[in-house]
């Protein structure tokens, strides 16, 4: 007979939860991305990168942001992060996410539209971090590049965050990326958003308590890319 202890009910449940956390914020990811595409008022870091990319090869921009990520993924390597379920969902499910939402959602016409479709994306990014985060399945293989560089260079993450996100940011605007109000707002709003949804969807842990939720204030919140 096995000796394997088999999870109780509790444990099956909090699995599912995460489970259906990890799949719903990845989604969520990928449809608030696409209504800043469609705001026409700027996009995240990563997405200035993915959109200059897209204009220049042709392929869609979730196609880039799989490939992007797959490459980051890569980098992991020489940096010894070790990818989770978490990380490798990420890379596949955003983009395919942000392909459909952009096969589905028109371009916002007009200012007051625009506004109400860039503020929805970056609120539904929010949420859709602090579920992600908080089903603990491994970071994001952008983050992960990020602390994988803080860990071999020994500098801040802040910093190393910083320095990254203005070289994508410089990158994609050559490239064509949409630049605009909608990054500086997203710039100085994900991380108190994301920590009050990490707060909001914090999976309780075995002894009742908030597993694994980074209680740091917002400023050194790593968040998923």
């Known amino acids: 007979m096995s000796n394997a202890v088999r999870p109780t009910a509790t444990e099956s449940r909090r699995l599912g939860r995460r489970l259906f956390q990890l799949y719903a914020g990845l989604v969520l990811y990928g449809v608030s991305s696409a209504l800043m595409v469609r705001s026409g008022l700027g996009l995240d870091p990563w997405n200035v990168l993915h959109e200059g990319l897209a204009e220049h090869t042709g392929l869609s921009i979730g ?6 990520g797959a490459l980051v993924m890569l980098a992991w390597i020489p940096l010894r992060q070790r990818p ?7 890379v596949l499910v955003i983009g395919v996410a942000m392909d459909a939402a952009l096969a589905v959602l028109p371009d916002a016409r007009g ?11 970056i609120v539904l990014n929010g949420a859709a971090t602090g579920l992600y985060i908080a089903a603990r399945f491994g ?4 983050d992960g590049l990020m602390t994988g560089l803080h860990r071999v260079t020994g500098r801040s993450i802040r910093l190393v965050r910083t320095c990254v996100e203005v070289a994508l940011v410089v990158t994609g605007f050559l490239l064509g990326g949409s630049l605009g109000v909608g990054t500086v707002l997203y ?17 309780p842990g075995p002894d009742g308590g908030d597993a694994g939720v980074d209680s740091r204030p917002p400023r050194r919140v790593i968040l998923p890319r």
Do not use: C, D, K, Y
């Open 139 to 142: 970071p994001g293989p952008r």
């Open 187 to 203: 710039a100085l709003a994900i991380g108190p958003l994301a920590q009050v949804f990490l707060r909001l969807f914090a999976v």
């Open 63 to 68: 196609t880039v942001l799989i490939i992007v």
């Open 111 to 121: 200012l007051p539209l625009q506004a109400v479709t860039m503020t929805s994306g």
């Open 84 to 90: 989770g379920l978490g990380t490798v969902s990420n």
